[in-house]
């Protein structure tokens, strides 16, 4: 399969728990937020999105958390599945610009 | 509804040689923007193109170029590859400003 980061931090997680990916952000500018999913072998998959005026916007089993004050954005995952692990990550840009900037990714890994 | 496509999947070049990649966003799209990924750098912008002009570009040398057809089919070219343009590069699609963006499989790029 693809390799998308051979020194990723990996986050391991029993199938069942909730999962809790982290990632901190640099732009004070930014205004939006996605976090996305990555198979091996496959594109970025659009999990979740948040515009700056939210802190929280939840989805299915997904819900992510922005704060703004220490430009942190987290993705918790309820009740992980097999089907979850994968590597996630978060995105940020500025505007309607299409350039997004991406975090360096995390690797998850459900176990059984 | 189809998604973006991508052509070739694999491709192998020497260095010194030029590549050109094709991307076919989702019908309807008009914008489509370049990444490349590679382990070191990571998901990295390119450029994007609205209505076959560029509207958005990265910080990559003039060596990679692209551009969009009235048809909004995009290609991306790179030229005196170097070993360092290995790398796995992304095509994403969206209707247009404000909208999320859907990724193609990729096409991974391996320069010897």
């Known amino acids: 399969g693809e390799s998308v980061g051979l020194h990723l931090p990996t986050l391991s997680v029993q199938e069942g728990d909730n999962s809790i990916i982290n990632c901190a952000y640099s732009n004070s500018a930014s205004d939006y937020f996605i976090w996305y999913k990555q198979e091996s072998g496959k594109g970025p998959q659009f999990i979740i999105d948040?515009?700056?005026?939210?802190d929280k916007r939840q989805g299915q089993r997904v819900t992510v958390l922005l704060n703004k004050t220490v430009k942190h954005l987290s993705l918790q995952i309820a009740a992980t599945q097999p089907g979850d692990s994968a590597v996630y990550f978060c995105a940020e840009n500025t505007g309607t610009a299409s350039k997004l900037t991406f975090g360096t990714g995390t690797r998850l890994q459900v176990t059984l | 509804k189809a998604g973006v496509t991508q052509t070739p999947r694999y491709l192998i070049k020497t260095r010194g040689q030029q590549v050109t990649l094709s991307c076919s966003p989702i019908?309807?799209?008009?914008?489509v923007s370049w990444y490349q990924q590679t382990p070191g750098q990571g998901l990295q912008f390119l450029f994007e193109?609205?209505?076959?002009?560029?509207?958005n570009k990265g910080n990559f040398p003039g060596r990679f170029s692209g551009r969009q057809f009235s048809n909004s089919r995009s290609e991306m070219n790179v030229s005196t590859l170097e070993l360092g343009d290995s790398a796995l590069y992304l095509c994403?699609?969206?209707?247009?400003?404000?909208?999320?963006?859907?990724f193609g499989p990729g096409t991974r790029l391996t320069v010897l």
């Open positions: 193109y609205f209505s076959e002009t560029q509207r």
């Open positions: 948040i515009r700056s005026n939210m």
């Open positions: 019908s309807g799209h008009r914008s």
């Open positions: 994403a699609s969206r209707m247009g400003a404000d909208n999320e963006q859907f």
